[in-house]
Nanobody
Framework: QVQLVESGGGLVQPGGSLRLSCVAS????????MGWYRQAPGKQRELVAT???????NYADFVKGRFTISRDNAKNTVYLQMNSLKPEDTAVYHCNGRKTYVLGWKDYWGQGTQVTVSS
């Protein structure tokens, strides 16, 4: 089992920045890919960014150039630096870890952290 705990959400004005953190209960080197997803009220959960154990990153088009995902293997932590925030970025942001096992893979999720962008 893998527990993921997010932090760093809050209220920020448009154009502002936040950094989200996701701490895993196990070495993130054992997790094939980690990522951030978000869910706004009344909408489906959507991918924001992912990073593999090898460091390859992938971003949704709507955050390219504004958000950066990174990882600190020594701290078992994945970060999401969010700059130039817009009201439409308001959502609950969830950390995800996908771990591969012999018979398949399993997704782990954190409880989420609220990000509100408003003046």
């Amino acid at each position: 089992q893998v527990q993921l705990v997010e932090s760093g959400g809050g209220l920020v004005q448009p154009g502002g920045s936040l950094r989200l953190s996701c701490v895993a209960s196990t070495s993130i080197l054992s997790i094939n890919a980690m990522g951030w997803y978000r869910q706004a009220p009344g909408k489906q959960r959507e991918l924001v960014a992912t990073i593999t154990s090898g460091g390859s990153t992938n971003y949704a088009d709507f955050v390219k150039g504004r958000f950066t995902i990174s990882r600190d293997n020594a701290k078992n932590t994945v970060y999401l630096q969010m700059n130039s925030l817009k009201p439409e970025d308001t959502a609950v942001y969830h950390c995800n870890g996908r771990k591969t096992y012999v018979l398949g893979w399993k997704d782990y999720w954190g409880q989420g952290t609220q990000v509100t962008v408003s003046s």
